[in-house]
């Protein structure tokens, strides 16, 4: 755990300990912190993971988000999205080896919790995994599951800040900060290579992290 999320998570658990009680602006205060480091933690959960799929599910399990806690994907209708010569490079692949593309969003009940960009090498993937792809909505990391998938994550961006900026140093300002009402539809990205056991290169993948990730702050 980095310094700055041992700080978040201690400065949350201060101000949520029992017999704290908060009212007016600092009660907003406190509710933006508890997104802060929920956020956190999911994003903590997710760079450590070898399977975003994974996460997901146990996510949804823990905060109850659906009654069967299952990550099924949805896939897309659309147009491809050709692969670029960087990201042949990242998979280690030359200019005329096949890539599939696969468009899905990840939901657990009735809540899209991710969406995310897929571009896989069917080459190193058995056949059997390649028509479960084609034809299904299994997610991908369950499909490759059996090749003993690991990530690599190369870029982690939050797109949602709870907090100003420097909100550690005007606390009372961020105090007076008007209440979480509206919860961006988005709040991480990340990109990363998909591996097997021998640290091959299976797939890049562009993933979305959305905002029913939180819905269980609202029944608190």
Known sequence: MSPARRALLGAAALLLAPGATHAG?????????????????????????????RTLENWCRVHRLADAPKIVAERMAGGDKPISPDQRERLGIGPDEPVRYRHVRL??????????????????????MNTRLDGSDTPFGAVVAPLGIGRRTFSAERLWYPLPEGW??????????????????????????????????IAEVAETYRAPLLDFMSRR
């Not at 140093?169 to 998909?194: C, S």
Request: contains cysteine; negative net charge.
């Open 107 to 128: 939901r657990c009940g009735e809540r899209i919790l991710s969406e995310a960009d897929n571009w896989y090498v069917p080459s190193r993937l058995t056949a059997e």
């Open 25 to 53: 602006p600092d009660a907003n205060y406190v509710r933006r912190l508890e997104y802060a480091a929920v956020i956190e933690t999911l994003n903590g959960e997710l760079l450590v993971s070898g399977s975003a799929t």
């Open 168 to 201: 550690e140093m005007h606390r009372a300002t961020a105090a007076t900060d008007a209440a979480v009402n509206a919860i961006p539809a988005e709040l991480i990205r990340h990109r990363a290579i998909v591996h097997d056991r021998a640290l091959r290169p």
